[in-house]
């Protein structure tokens, strides 16, 4: 049992033997064993003992090594794309116009700053630290499991819709690369449309444009279904489309965070590219200052209106992506001594930073169309798929080299919906891969696995294409990022902080950061102050606001007001994902034994192996060295000189 040096192996019989005599000096006739037993007193139970066969070394558990980024640039790429996503393009000009203009820059930068870096900070900070996703990460608190499973069924729900718009900027992708483009009056089939001049929506009891025509019929067919209960058949277009989306998702996903890390180089920085080339060419359209204007004059009698300031946080919920595990599960790949507060810091002006001047490329074309057309710009202006998909492509298609400009645009829509799709999805397989570790280190497995969820993802998705898809896609986009996002948060911010302990947090944070500036500890002591008080505050406001809007505002999409009995099928979804809170923490108390209060304070008490995980750089892994096991008693002898030349302390 000696090894090459000639040395036996720690963990053997001859080092616990060798240990235990080593232990074993004897000075004054005393002895002091650490088990508190005088080996003198039972000299039948040692001869027993030495009599008895030595118990093999245990055998260690194989640790599979966790993956990691390949550079800090991959982890802020990745989490740019993540963030940066349709949301901002599509969503937040809207509501920036339809809630005052520039004013509502001022509720939703004090929303950013409030609610949206802390809880960023709080989920970053979580997954480096613990080095898990976002299930196994709640050993640091295991009553409150079930955030992490409520994320996961949050993000199954994104993943399951997001694709879809993956799949329609795919079609008009492929569309786009016809000239005259399919939805312009330049096309023989809308010749006589437009020689009509019926521009507008079927809502307002005017004919529709070539570009709604185009949406409605072509790309969904929802003038086929009648609702939610009247589906239809697939749409064999779309279905392949989804189809091609949910391969490059898994090509792309094949080997985890090495291969997404090398693709988020051209996915997160190529909007960026689009959106510079579209402002500079918007900037010097007719009627693009039109446009501009009426996105950024202020309203200021709004900033009285509640509703500004709930649209202003469910908009930096919607862009962070805060509360869905894909933030959680890409730190979990940092290295240990990360500095996440300057990550924070970066990605979430980044994003809010993108999202004003992504308001500069949509409003300066959409002034010029309504320049072009002699209407307001408020009858050209739409969010969600209407802008994307019927507003700005009828805007493209009024420039010189509108084919061009459009394969320019919906190569922008993909990139910024593959990015965040990247997010989500490595929320869900993380998760997964750490409740099963096996899977990590089996190449074939893991693919399977991946190449299986994928297909899943995908047979759920037909739904979504068929003719009446779009009433169900309303309906999961309404509900599935809801209440119950806000809640699973809530629960997060609160668990944390008063369960985990924010001085133990912010301690946790400062010894990820090895070298903390001096910035860095004040800035935690208003995020501390943040995640006490400010933020739980905020998030109860948004979701008693979002009580009462659901309760006293109809589901629609178009003309079409949902059914009550579909209504209540929202509901549950968001339902499903924050009861899982309550359904784990009852598991949890159940697991403990002893008295309510004692279950309860257990289920609270982070596992042994919480902070096992921190060592997570190369550094710190060298200097964890498992303690020997020793098969004997172990003794301690005490001198005069322990007793009178030294100063026992407490």
Wanted: with cysteine.
């Amino acid at each position: 049992m000696q090894d090459e040096s000639g040395k036996a192996p720690p963990g053997s019989p001859v080092v616990a033997a060798a240990n235990t005599a080593q232990n074993s000096v004897h000075l004054n006739g005393h002895t002091v064993s650490q088990n508190g037993h005088n080996p003198t007193a039972a000299p039948a139970a040692q001869s027993q003992l030495e009599c008895r066969p030595s118990s093999p070394a245990p055998t260690p558990t194989a640790v599979i090594p966790r993956e990691q980024w390949g550079g800090k640039y991959e982890f802020l790429l990745s989490c740019i794309g993540y963030c940066v996503g349709l949301g901002n393009v599509w969503r937040f000009p809207y509501l920036c116009y339809r809630n005052g203009g520039g004013v509502f820059l001022i509720p939703y930068f004090i929303m950013l700053f409030v609610t949206g870096v802390p809880l960023f900070l709080m989920e970053l900070s979580l997954g480096q630290y613990g080095a898990a996703g976002p299930i196994t990460v709640w050993k640091c608190c295991p009553l409150l499991k079930g955030i992490g499973i409520g994320m996961l069924c949050v993000s199954t729900l994104v993943c399951l819709y997001y694709n879809v718009i993956i799949a329609w900027t795919f079609y008009y992708l492929g569309s786009s690369f016809q000239s005259p483009l399919p939805w312009s009056c330049d096309a023989i089939a809308n010749a006589a449309l437009c020689g009509n001049g019926t521009t507008g929506n079927n809502s307002t009891g005017r004919a529709l444009s070539p570009t709604e025509i185009f949406w409605n019929e072509r790309v969904l067919g929802v003038v086929h279904s009648e609702g939610l209960h009247n589906p239809g058949p697939v749409r064999w277009q779309l279905a392949l489309c989804l189809l091609a989306a949910w391969i490059i998702i898994f090509l792309c996903m094949l080997k985890g965070i090495r291969s997404s890390g090398k693709v988020v180089y051209v996915t997160a920085t190529f909007p960026y590219f689009v959106l510079i080339v579209l402002i500079i060419r918007g900037a010097t359209l007719e009627g693009s200052l039109q446009g501009v204007a009426f996105y950024l004059t202020p309203d200021w009698g709004r900033l009285a209106n509640a509703q500004v300031w709930n649209d202003a946080a469910s908009q930096i919920f919607y862009s962070l992506g805060i509360g869905v595990g894909g933030l959680l599960s890409m730190a979990s790949y940092n290295k240990f001594d990360n500095n996440v507060i300057r990550d924070t810091l970066v990605i979430t002006t980044g994003n809010c930073c993108t999202s004003f001047f992504a308001g500069f490329a949509i409003f300066s074309i959409l002034g010029h169309m309504a320049w072009r057309k002699g209407v307001p710009v408020r009858e050209v202006a739409d969010t969600g798929p209407g802008l994307a998909f019927v507003a700005y492509p009828e805007a493209l298609a009024l420039l010189p080299g509108s084919v061009f400009w459009s394969i320019m645009f919906f190569l922008m829509l993909f990139m910024l919906g593959v990015d965040t799709l990247f997010g989500n999805m490595e929320g869900i397989t993380t998760a997964v891969l750490d409740e099963f570790p096996q899977l990590r280190g089996n190449t074939l497995h893991k693919s399977l696995f991946l190449g299986l969820l994928c297909f899943c993802f995908y047979l759920m998705g037909l739904l979504l294409v068929t003719n009446g898809g779009i009433y169900w896609f309303t309906l999961i986009d309404s509900f599935s990022t809801s209440f119950g996002l806000i809640i699973i948060t809530l629960f997060m911010c609160i668990g944390i902080s008063f369960f985990y302990g924010v001085n133990q947090f912010c301690q946790d944070i400062i010894d990820m950061i090895c070298h903390c500036p001096p910035w860095c500890t004040k800035v935690l002591l208003y995020f501390k102050a943040c995640w006490v008080f400010f933020t739980p505050f905020l998030l109860l406001f948004i979701l008693t606001y979002i009580f009462i809007e659901m309760y006293n505002t109809s589901l629609h999409y178009g003309s079409y007001v949902y059914p009550r009995w579909g209504k209540a099928l929202g509901v549950c979804m968001g339902a499903t994902c924050c009861l899982q809170i309550l359904i784990w923490a009852i598991v949890a108390i159940c697991k403990e034994t002893g008295t309510l209060k004692d279950r309860f304070q257990k289920a609270i008490r982070p596992l042994n192996s919480w902070r096992v995980n921190n060592l997570n750089s190369t550094g710190r892994t060298e200097e964890h060295v498992e303690p020997e096991r020793v098969e004997a008693p172990f003794t301690v002898t005490l001198t005069d000189m322990d007793f009178t030349a030294m100063t026992w302390e407490a």
